[in-house]
């Protein structure tokens, strides 16, 4: 059982940054897949950006490559997404997950978090 918590969400102007963190509580972090989805009001959730276990292998979606960076750390047992040029259409809920699949499709992940509120304005 895996619980995530994330946290650093906020209010920022187009082209802005912020750091999201996910602090991960179990046994085994470095096992765990670990990816960000975000969901925007009335639309699905969509997938932003995976890291395996090791850490040495991420995924973004189109819409953040170059401009979104995933990490984790495993001796805080947690992961990061580091955004910056942030634009008005990044604004959505933003949610953690870990699953043991590396993959875009929400499905594959056993474990999500409570979301953080992420705000763009132009």
């Known amino acids: 059982q895996v619980q995530l918590v994330e946290s650093g969400g906020g209010l920022v102007q187009a082209g802005g940054s912020l750091r999201l963190s996910c602090a991960a509580s179990g046994r085994h972090f470095s096992n765990y897949v670990m990816g960000w989805f975000r969901q925007a009001p009335g639309k699905g959730r969509e997938f932003v950006a995976a890291?395996?276990?090791?850490?040495?292998?991420?995924d973004y979606a189109d819409s953040v490559e170059g401009r979104f960076t995933i990490s984790r750390d495993s001796a805080k047992n947690t992961v990061y997404l580091q955004m910056n040029s942030l634009k008005p259409e990044d604004t959505a809920v933003y949610y953690c997950?870990?699953?043991?699949?590396?993959?875009?499709?929400?499905?594959?992940?056993?474990?999500w978090g409570q979301g953080t509120q992420v705000t763009v304005t132009s």
């Open positions: 997950a870990a699953g043991h699949r590396c993959s875009s499709y929400y499905s594959t992940y056993d474990y």
């Open positions: 890291i395996n276990g090791k850490g040495d292998s991420t």
